[in-house]
């Protein structure tokens, strides 16, 4: 079983930075893929981006986050990173991490952290 944990939110202004982390324990597969997703008050839980650990490729979601955010790894740490620039209101959210163990379907979940950008 893997467990995720997430941190690096808080409260920003608009136009600043955040850096959220997320650190994967357990036993992860050789193929696995890491993934950002962030839900709103009163809205569905969006998908923001993609990592895979092998080979590092990402790839990104809704196209309002394209340009700003940016999704890492660390190896050696078994961590996943979303650097967000430029933030706005409307990216406040809960944002949950989620490992997908084959790259077919998110089975495990981080509790969520929570980020907001003020006006």
């Known amino acids: 079983q893997v467990q995720l944990v997430e941190s690096g939110g808080g409260l920003v202004q608009a136009g600043g930075s955040l850096r959220l982390s997320c650190a994967a324990s357990g036993r992860t597969g050789s193929s696995y893929v890491m993934g950002w997703f962030r839900q709103a008050p009163g809205k569905e839980r969006e998908f923001v981006g993609g990592?895979?650990?092998?080979?590092?490729?990402?790839?990104y979601g809704a196209d309002s986050v394209k340009g700003r955010f940016t999704i890492s790894r660390d190896n050696a740490k078994n961590t996943v990173y979303l650097q967000m620039n430029s933030l706005k209101p409307e990216d406040t959210a809960i944002y949950f991490c989620?490992?997908?163990?084959?790259?077919?379907?998110?089975?495990?979940w981080g509790q969520g952290t929570q980020v907001t950008v003020s006006s």
């Open positions: 990592i895979r650990w092998s080979g590092g490729s990402t790839w």
């Open positions: 989620a490992y997908d163990p084959y790259g077919t379907i998110w089975s495990n």
